[in-house]
């Protein structure tokens, strides 16, 4: 993504140097870079979901944390993969307020549980069960 940015400046002032001439292939270059921009916010969005709805889903089976604060994610994280179809359907933008509100749960949850982490830590009796079942494997 940082590559498509920068590569969109180089572009701009390859086009502040060209002139009005070569006007309609640098707009051509800016659309196609802008769209691979957004097909990779998307398929970065879908990533980081997959992944924390793995990570939440064994946060609720070990008890690791708080059941209520695994399912608080496991629903916000499904939120923000929805915002991955409402961008790649051209339902909504990244900068959209639609997005930024259906991301707010999962911002709120990750602050909730990393104040959580550094307060209480993982649950220490679900640490202890977790190595008495390793012990017994």
């Keep these: 993504m940082t590559i498509s940015w920068l590569t969109l400046i180089a572009l701009?002032?390859?086009?502040?140097?060209?002139?009005?001439?070569?006007a309609a292939g640098y707009q051509t270059l800016g659309t196609i870079l802008l769209a691979g921009h957004e097909m990779m916010t998307t398929i970065l969005i879908i990533v980081f979901s997959l992944g924390a709805l793995m990570l939440y889903t064994?946060?609720?089976?070990?008890?690791?944390?708080p059941r209520w604060l695994s399912i608080w994610g496991v629903v916000a994280i499904l939120m923000h993969l929805s915002t991955?179809?409402?961008?790649?359907?051209h339902l909504a933008t990244t900068e959209s307020a639609i997005v930024s509100a259906v991301n707010l749960p999962i911002f709120l949850q990750e602050m909730v549980m990393a104040v959580w982490l550094i307060v209480k830590g993982f649950n220490p009796s679900a640490i202890a069960s977790l190595s008495v079942k390793e012990d017994m494997n």
């Design 58 to 65: 064994v946060f609720y089976r070990s008890r690791l944390i």
């Design 84 to 89: 991955a179809f409402l961008i790649m359907f």
């Design 12 to 22: 701009s002032l390859s086009y502040l140097k060209a002139g009005a001439a070569d």
